[in-house]
């Protein structure tokens, strides 16, 4: 269940010696084909790091024939020789393989404002070719993984009109700065599909839109987002880009919830719900702006169903709305009533750590559900203790 | 150096028994004249607490006699219940005091979604009435504390053109919740000198629109804020309009400082500083981004002058900046030049409650600052362990 799962990839982790701690951090996925085609989205954030400038280039002809990607090093804000380092990095993947520098995605985590060791990272990209196995997509996860406690991977099993199989594997990684316009993550995914560069494009971005892009663990956007989806064709299926789009999403639902659910120090996973709302972007600004608010995050760290503060950030938006309508209900009890008091709040239990957050708009039929985590004490401790 | 500094006021300070503690949680503040204007700021949270519907009513003509005010309840999100018993508070006030209920302001500040104990509110207005005093402002100020520490007060003494004196006083309360288009607070400001409502207006709104709106301790926007200004004209002094602003601000921004310096859980007050911008707008628009971040929050906790935070907030906006031009000083280190590495980021000294992070946008003229703290353990305890 991973980036190897589809038939035409190979890959591989191993410790190239970035990271202090001895812990594996180089990664590489290659499509041997036959199609070498991709889509990627990156981040919205303007201070973009070296390997997402460097990337965006790569995959704009719909081409690419292999991932490189680093933990231990971010290679962001780093200056022209940090874009130099990332176009290393491509160069020396691209000679160890075989191909073109301009065909090879780059991609890096860890500590913004440091140049990368770059002699670690070339030696290590000579051992994860000689390392390049078809089974090995875990090992890539698990050498892409910085704050995260567990490797990420899901995997989709299809089948065309005619009945042909394919699958879709993705790994992924990230555990704090998870925001908007994606999380700070890294996420490869693969399919044995065949699929042309512009149905991946659209399919992606699909499916990004209502998976990752609605993770907001914490509000903070990274300089390195990226999620790369390669195509092999080498299961020979040709599904229709409804049927591919629904199963890219379901893997990129997976991938967003175990992100969420691994995130930096949080103790609980919540899901927000707006509905009943005017529009898919209203309900998202107000599930967005109750997942960003510290107070509302703190109180169910507490495991104090304040629905106060969830009231007070939806009347931070400009959604539609009447104040005097609006209804919230917190693991089935309906707290809020018109904007007044509803059942007793003490009925509320928020032991479990999956919460469910509704909020009754009452402007109309749309509907959006933000995941984030509340705020705790391991999150100000991870975060305040370690520059990551 | 109080609301009763200025000629021609009253105050009390009462304990109503609203909170369980037994703390004093009732305030009246009285203007007797001879001019009885008033201009007031409120919330712009779309969810507004009932006692901020009242008073927006009640300010609206320019005349008002009189604030109640009271801690240990918000009376917000109470319904058609709520908005009556604010009413109450006001006619109560307005038949011991012998003037009318719509020239009472009332200020309510605590847990949102629950009642107010009534009896005890009005049995505390009685009580509040009759400790008025010439030196009332102190019990006053702090009958209005939540989980503040402190009482919090400012005065200002300026002159006419003819060399005739004025004061301005005032007390503020607010902790937490503390952010934008106000902070969760109630300021009363009183002055003695000449001054029709429609320049109290334009002074208050320029007084806050660059002291309490850039004060964002946690980005959470209250349901209550409230900022009201009474004259009495008692002094005889007819201040010009420039005069009288700069006067008002002065207080506006003593007391944002010691809001932000007495917010909840910090261990550091932090002023972000984004200049050579393209616009005041721009300027604010990014130091409010890196105010929001909690990334940038803890690593300032945990004393790490992690500046690849900054870049990645400051990334998030759509002002005017070249990313490969923008640069960071903290505590006047130049961790960040051109968007790459600066000096040693060890170099920087977070000891110091005080923090000053300078951005330079190089994209024109303007500037603005944002006071805001840290993210800290004590944060979140203060705001998981009780409900407010």
Redesign the interface.
Known sequence: MTVTAPKGFRAAGVTAGIKASGKPDLALVVNDGPEKNVAAVFT?????AAPVRWSRQAVSDGRADAVVLNSGG?N???????FQNAHKMAEKTADVLGISAADVVVCSTG?????LPMDKVLTGVDAAAAALADDGGHSAAVAIMTTDTVPKEALFTGADAAGTTYTIGGIAKGA??LAPGLATMLVVLTTDAAAAPEMLDAALRDATRVTFDRADS??????NDTVVLLSSGASNAVPGAADFTAGLTQVCAELARKLIGDAEGASHDIAIRAFNAASESDAEVVARAVA????FK??I??K?P????V???????DAV?D??E?SVAINGVQ??Q????GED?SLVDLEPRDVLVEIDLQAGEAEATILTND???D???E???Y?S
């Not at 962001?76 to 940090?82: D, E, F, L, M």
């Not at 304040?306 to 503060?309: A, H, S, T």
């Not at 009231?311 to 938006?317: D, F, K, Q, Y």
């Open positions: 919205s954030n303007r201070v973009a971010a962001a804000c780093t200056g022209p020789q940090g500590l913004i404002g440091e140049q704090g700065m914490d509000g903070c956007m990274s300089t960003r608010s510290n107070l703190t109180a760290f507490g104090d304040n629905w106060g503060r009231l007070s950030a939806v009347g931070t938006t709305f104040p005097d609006l707290v809020c018109k904007g007044g008091i709040r705020l705790t004490h999150y100000v401790h975060n305040s203790a520059s």
